[in-house]
């Protein structure tokens, strides 16, 4: 199984910082790896998908890039509603489908 | 609009069963895969299993092998996920979650599975 590895764990960003949250696999897996938010007892949401490509809905302030094992997720001007926990999630070998233990983003 | 609307969930005892349903509307839900997916009280995320959309194949976690049964009824837009020997740690928010091309894009609101004595 490929293990995803988050980091941070967590952050403290004020409004209006450049964010970068980083998800490294335990193998390759050729920018096939997703991004999601969660906010606190919500569902969580797709940001992006193969690595870069942002969701249809989604702020252009979030982008992702990586390639082979390590990826990062960038929020370009952190927003009052950005903060919430990330997580990755690669789908290169599935079953089984594989997150990250997610980011926390708090108000700093 | 994609809506997907979980249900069935409760308290229950260790040993115990409990099915789970997902209410599907807003696309084609016979041609899509379908995923559940756990997240433990102040955790992160864990799928649990997955079904292709005509119920042909169907893949687990090993942490609920052959405990857990997926399965769909695509002339009811429903999909459910049969939890059997239920255990402490199967204590969870579990979600249903839309496929495609092996992302989650669309996710339920969640129902609430507690296994208590």
């Known amino acids: 199984d490929i293990q995803m590895t988050q980091s941070p764990s967590s952050l403290s960003a004020s409004v209006g910082d450049r964010v970068t949250i980083t998800c490294r696999a335990s193998q390759g897996i050729s920018n096939s790896l997703a991004w999601y938010q969660q906010k606190p007892g919500k569902a969580p949401k797709l940001l992006l998908y193969a690595a870069s490509r942002l969701e249809s809905g989604v702020p252009s302030r979030f982008s992702g890039s990586g390639s082979g094992t390590d990826y990062t997720l960038t929020i370009s001007s952190l927003q009052p509603e950005d903060f919430a926990t990330y997580y990755c999630?690669?789908?290169?070998?599935?079953?089984?489908?594989?997150f990250g233990q997610g980011t926390k983003v708090e108000i700093k | 609009q994609v809506q997907l609307v979980e249900s069935g969930g409760g308290v229950v005892q260790p040993g115990g069963s409990l099915r789970l349903s997902c209410a599907a509307s807003?696309?084609?839900?016979?041609?899509?895969?379908m995923h559940w997916v756990r997240q433990a009280p102040g955790k992160g995320l864990e799928w649990v299993a997955f079904?292709?959309?005509?119920?042909?194949?169907?893949y687990y976690a090993d942490s609920v092998k052959g405990r857990f049964t997926i399965s769909r009824d695509n002339s009811k837009n429903t999909l459910y996920l049969q939890m059997n020997s239920l255990r402490a740690e199967d204590t969870a928010v579990y979600y249903c979650a839309k496929e495609r091309g092996h992302i989650f894009d669309y996710w339920g609101q969640g129902t609430l599975v507690t296994v208590s004595s």
């Open positions: 807003g696309f084609t839900f016979s041609s899509y895969g």
């Open positions: 079904i292709r959309y005509d119920g042909s194949n169907k």
């Open positions: 999630q690669q789908y290169y070998s599935t079953p089984p489908w594989t």
